[in-house]
């Protein structure tokens, strides 16, 4: 394992109301470091998703943190999102990897087997995500899948913790992006003591490593 730090990638509850979850991405954003939002959307209407993307995009970007949409590549098209996370590798991924690049980020998760990160991986994708907020898969796949593509491929990859506590174990794993939704937004002191804990836990990671 490198001695650099995953970097964090958030993933937030679905938001159907910009305004009421504005607040909470903001504290979110504040407390450390973030390479990337995956901003999640309740509902499907076109117009109304541009809005809630339009209204908490600049929360991201202004601090340097990409924004991306998930499953509708039109959709960061039109809002000014930085890309698009899909969770499949059949042809959506294909129709979001020809209508953005290479002008913005395209992902992959819900990623099932080997054979579904490597089809991904030969596709073009900017990176993979084992694991995800609504993936069955467990803490112990994860770390396993983590573990294999660190060790021969070179797109980074996101791993998915489902607790706070399995951040020492993706980071030792290998994974490029440690990404949280429930366990920061969720937890009962708020994002910012969660993101604090995660801190720490890289710090702690990283002096291991050297």
Known sequence: MSSDSPRLFLITPKISDAAAFAATLDAALKACDVAC?????????????????????????????????????????????????????GEPLAAALAALQPDRIVGAGRLTSRDDAMTAGEAGVDYLMFGGPDDAEPHEAILERVRWWAEIFNIPCVAYAHALTDVGELTEAGADFIALGEAVFEDPRGPAAALADVAATLAKTREKAQ
């Open 37 to 89: 939002v995956l901003l999640r959307t309740e509902g499907r209407d076109l117009g109304e998703n541009k809005k809630i993307v339009r209204a908490l995009a600049p929360l991201a970007q202004d601090r340097d943190a990409a924004l991306l949409v998930e499953n509708d590549a039109q959709l960061a098209i039109r809002s000014g999102a930085d890309g698009c996370h899909i969770e499949s590798v």
